[in-house]
Every structure is written in C-alpha cells, then in structure tokens.
C-alpha cells in the first residue's frame, strides 16, 4: 500500500506542476506581485527600525529583489525562451548589436559588484561628472551632484549608464566630503609686484586656517596613510607666477574643511584685492 501512496501522490505533484506550466502567465503575475509587496513591506521596515545607513541597505534589498526576480522567471519561462533563442539563432548577431549597451550595463554592474571601487554616499567623478552615489541598480548609477568649485550640492541627480563605469575613469573622492585640497587662482596685470605683501598674505592665511589646524594635520596624516602618497598641507600655499601675457597670477591651496572652503576663499581673495589696491596706489603717488 505504501508504493501506491507514493504513486498517487508523485502523480498529484505531476498534475499540479502541469497545471502550473500550462498558466505560467498567471504564475508570474502572481510571482511579481509576491516580489514587489514582499520587497516593499521589507523597505518600510528598514525606513522604520534602522536608524543610519538606510540608503545602502534599501539598495541592497532592492538588488537582492530584482536579481531573485529576473532568476524566478527565467526559470518558469526557461523553456520558451530556449525555443525562442533556437528560433532567432540567424539573427544573434544582430541582437547584440541592438542590445550591446544594456549587455555593457549589466557588465558594468558586474564590475561594481566585483571591484567595489566606490559604496553608497561616497563622492566621486565619473568621467566629467562629480556627485555623492545615490543608488545602484543593473542599468545605471545614480548620482546627487556637487558643485567642484564650492563643494555644495546642486539639486541635480544624475543617471549615468553603466557602460560609461567601463569606459570612464572613476576617481573616488570620498575624502573631499570633509577636507578639500582647494585650489583658486587670482589673476591682476603687472603694474604691482605681489612679493612685496605675500608674507601678509600668509598670515592671513594662516590665521583662518588656526582654529582646524589640529584636525587638519590628523586627517591629512589620515589620507596619506590610506593612500600611500604624500599630498600637500595641511599648511597654506601660496605661489607667484606670471601667464603667457604676461600677468601676474597667484596660486592659492588650501587644506579646509570641505563646508568653510568657499569662505576662506573669500577672504583671502579680499585681502588680496585690498593689498593690490594699496600698494596700486602707493605706486600712483610716487
């Protein structure tokens, strides 16, 4: 009697598996159904309970999701489409060809999940584009993008396909959402020698780079050991030099806090300005 239990119920599985075979449509409406609520109530319960790093893990459940959902119905519509690729077998070539940037997409999806050059929130520039990493999926990065000169977000999200990620190079800039190795050129003619008051300028330098020296010199020793390279700073820098026309321009770097880099700036464009001026007019009077 027990093989004929065993009978009647490989039997029941046979039909019940050709019953789900034979509506497979309904079956992956049903699955997809399954996916998406699963995966919202899921999100909602990490927006609820996590208090830090909510981008990075919705972005992981909402990979885990997708790629579980693409293998779920490959699977179910895994013999259809080995007759439909029988079927196209004299157009592949030109399928890829139509296709190419969504295969390079998903290629470059690869790549980030192998190499992991950047995560979630880290600051980096992508060819020409500079930004904070939003999210990831199989087809594009999604970048929040900043501002190279004042490091201040724009308001602008950027989508970049993940083909560019092969193509371009990515440099990672994390260390810039903190301290920024900032950079800014003052250009005047030659009518005033600025040697004469560059020490004045160094003070002032200086002066508004006191009150974070301290921290600097530990970051900056951070990053160097991080990097094993040597960067500049944390102390001000600045040189003369003159341009093919024959103007004077002075170089300014500073190592600053990524939020204050736009206001020393400012200020040492202004004392800059106000010593030119001076000494424009003692050259005046004589």
Request: charge should be neutral; include cysteine.
């Amino acid at each position: 009697m027990d093989w004929l239990d065993t009978a009647f119920n490989s039997i029941k599985l046979t039909e019940f598996s050709t019953l789900i075979f034979q509506n497979k449509f309904i079956v992956t409406l049903a699955l997809v159904f399954i996916f998406v609520i699963a995966k919202q109530i899921l999100i909602k319960m990490i927006k609820r309970k996590s208090k830090s790093d909510k981008r990075i893990r919705i972005n992981m459940v909402n990979n885990i999701f997708t790629l579980s959902l693409i293998v779920a119905l490959f699977n179910i519509w895994s013999y259809e489409i080995q007759k439909f690729a029988f079927s196209i077998a004299a157009f592949i070539v030109a399928i890829v060809l139509a296709t190419r940037e969504f295969i390079q997409c998903f290629i470059g999806f690869v790549y980030l999940l192998s190499s992991r050059p950047f995560r979630i929130g880290d600051w980096i520039q992508v060819g020409n584009y500079f930004g904070e990493v939003h999210s990831t999926d199989w087809a594009k990065l999604t970048l929040l993008e900043v501002g190279q000169d004042d490091y201040e977000y724009t308001g602008k999200t950027l989508y970049l396909p993940n083909s560019q990620l092969i193509t371009s190079v990515i440099k990672n800039l994390n260390f810039l959402k903190r301290y920024a190795m900032h950079h800014f050129t003052i250009i005047r003619d030659d009518s005033v020698n600025p040697f004469e008051f560059i020490e004045q300028l160094n003070e002032k330098a200086n002066k508004y780079c006191d009150d974070f020296k301290d921290v600097a010199i530990r970051y900056n020793q951070l990053i160097e050991n991080r990097l094993e390279i040597n960067i500049t700073g944390p102390e001000p820098h600045i040189q003369i030099a003159t341009s093919d026309v024959g103007d004077t321009q002075v170089f300014f770097t500073i190592f600053c806090p990524t939020e204050r880099a736009l206001e020393i700036e400012q200020k040492l464009t202004r004392d800059f300005m106000s010593l030119w001026f001076e000494h424009k007019k003692l050259i005046v009077k004589s």
